[in-house]
């Protein structure tokens, strides 16, 4: 692989939790790169460092050591001021339990992002593509607890995909939802993916979701143990 | 957008939004009831002074501001009408009825009459005996009175022979020789009143009377009722200051346990907003501005209470209470009750803002 080209790298990445006395290494010398417009699955047991992976490919925690590059920017020297722009513009997420803001409609949960991207006033041509693709049109003024999973879990890829960020991840994105809605998200995924030529980064424990990825990593203990 | 966010988290939480901004305006209605009460009192006092046509106003050694009763000798009186330029002096007896708010004055009315040019009465008519009463038209109104009726003041019972229109001297008027004989002030009166006859000489005939009775407060009554200022009045700045620490304190108190149960609520909320790019300022100021929203209402809320507690007293007291609405007080108490809000929200704002957004998205 061309490392010129990783939009994401990561070398030796380590993260040690330190909880009470105790040190609880949740990754332990990490190495992945990921290309633009790729869409990468991720899987490995519970506790094997996948989310604390994302965290910090995201900007939520610093890492403890290592090297990691997402876009142009440095998380290892990266303030926090710098993590919490690179979650505006550069890396958003979606998570298992949707986590849409409870007391705003859909239209507005999608509005915040933008606004704390500071691009609330400029008119966004791909918006309306993205919302018709998402299906989500006519469900933009009810609050998440009138939507139903699938429903909010796609106004939440909307609002993750609204600021056109260089970094999708996604963290269990099916799994709280049925069969159909997970294939349905999974295809908005693929869309994004395809059309759009979002770089997507999934976890998922399910073979048949991760299969809707270009490659699959496999993680143990903390490291990467294998890809395809 | 943070106003969207504030709005519709208060809107989510309407009774706890409604409780806080009710607590927070209690304060609020009591400075303004309270600087209401006092603003009342000077103004409806300064205006029965005016109204009596005196152009001078000597008090007692020693008195103060506010004291009511005490003593001259009735001497005084004859010594000061024969001095140049007074045309009459008129002595009386001031006895407090209820606190400081509500007192009654023994007159002689023919003197009266003359000075003023006599009380306008709406009901009968002046004293025809010893335990008659004129009473103003607050006071009749607050004790239920009539021409006729009894009433009880200073522990006995007297009867109502008029009823006047307010705005001269008192309201409540006793016959001058009763209320010194039954208040064991014989001889004794409290302030008296010189009418000139040249009103434009007021200034020089103080000066004079300073001259010759030297340790007497003497005013000119128009230097007497720009004194009788809410200023002036001994206590109440101190008073009116704890009431205004009172409404910081508890703004803060509402505010911080408001707020610092909400910031615990909406924990989750805080790890999404952070998970999406909000910068600790940007949730700090998410909690300020709910804080300080809800000082907002609660000033509202304490203004609208304010007018229950006017009206209230209006329509129940109006004679032992002049309640008044100042409205420049109003942003005033306005200031106090942000100023609370504001540092009760301090605490739980920038807690708020240190979440760690890993921990509030993992939390439930
Ligand atoms: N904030 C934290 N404090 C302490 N330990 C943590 C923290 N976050 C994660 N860990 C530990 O780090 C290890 C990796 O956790 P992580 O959540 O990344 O696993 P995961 O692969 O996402 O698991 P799952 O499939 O269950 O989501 C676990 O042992 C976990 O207990
Ligand atoms: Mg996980």
Known sequence: MNEGQAIIEV??????????????????????????????????PSGSGK???????????????????????????????????LRRR??????????????????????????????????????????????????????????????????????????????????????????????????????????????????????????????????????????? | MTIKLVKENMKHRPMRSLLS???????????????GLSHGMVDENNRRTQGIGADIIVRP????????????????????????????????????????????????LDQFNRMSGGFNYLEGGPFRGADDVI???????????????TVNILNRDWRVSGIIESGKLTRIALPLRILQERTSNLGKVSQ??????????????????????????????????????????????????????IGIVIGFLVVYLSMYMAVLQRTREIGILKSLGASNAFILGIILTEALMLGLGGTLLGIGMSYGAYWLIRTLVPASFPLVIVYSWWPIACGITLAGAGLGALYPGFSAARHDPIEALAYE
Not at chain 1, 51 to 80: K, N, Q, Y
Not at chain 2, 61 to 68: P, Q
């Open chain 2, 21 to 35: 901004a009710l607590l927070i305006g209690v304060p609020v209605t009591l400075i303004l009831c309270l600087v």
């Open chain 2, 61 to 108: 050694t020693g008195s103060t501001m506010l004291s009511l009763s005490g003593g001259m000798d009735e001497r005084v009186v004859g010594f000061l009408a024969k001095q140049p330029h007074v045309a009459m002096a008129m002595g009386v007896v001031n006895q407090a009825v209820e606190g400081i708010t509500l007192g009654a004055t023994g007159i002689d």
């Open chain 1, 51 to 85: 989310s604390t992976l994302f965290h910090i490919i995201g900007g939520l925690a610093p890492p403890t050591s290592g090297r990691v590059r997402v876009a142009d920017g440095d998380l290892a020297t990266m303030t926090e001021a710098g993590r919490t722009r």
């Open chain 1, 11 to 44: 070398r030796e990445l380590r993260k040690i939790y330190r909880v009470g006395d105790v040190d609880v290494a949740a990754l332990r010398g990490l190495d992945l790169d990921v290309l633009p417009a790729e869409f990468l699955s991720i899987v490995g």
């Open chain 2, 192 to 245: 008296i009143y010189l009418k000139l006859d040249n009103s434009s000489l007021t200034n020089d005939v103080v000066k004079d009377l300073k001259g010759l009775l030297k340790d007497y407060p003497i005013y000119s009554v128009a230097d007497w009722t720009s004194l009788f200022n809410v200023n002036n009045i001994p206590g109440l700045q101190p008073f009116t200051v704890v009431i205004m620490v």
């Open chain 1, 90 to 228: 550069t890396v958003s997420f979606v998570f298992q339990k949707f986590n849409l803001l409870p007391n705003l409609t859909a239209r507005d949960n999608i509005a915040v992002a933008r606004h704390l991207a500071g691009l609330e006033l400029k008119p966004d041509a791909q918006f309306e593509e993205v919302v018709r693709l998402l299906g989500i049109a006519r469900r933009l003024d009810h609050k998440p607890n009138a939507l139903s999973g699938g429903e909010q879990q796609r106004v939440a890829i909307a609002r993750a995909i609204v600021n056109h960020p260089a970094i999708l991840l996604a963290d269990e994105p099916t799994g709280n939802l049925d069969t159909e809605n997970s294939k349905a998200v999974l295809e908005v995924l693929r869309d994004l993916n395809e059309r759009l030529g979002q770089t997507i980064l999934m976890i998922t424990h399910n073979p048949e979701a991760a299969a809707y990825g270009h490659r699959t990593v496999h993680m143990r203990d903390g490291r990467i143990v294998d890809g395809d």
């Open chain 2, 135 to 149: 009473v103003d038209q607050y006071y009749a109104e607050q004790k239920h009175l009539h021409v006729g009726s």
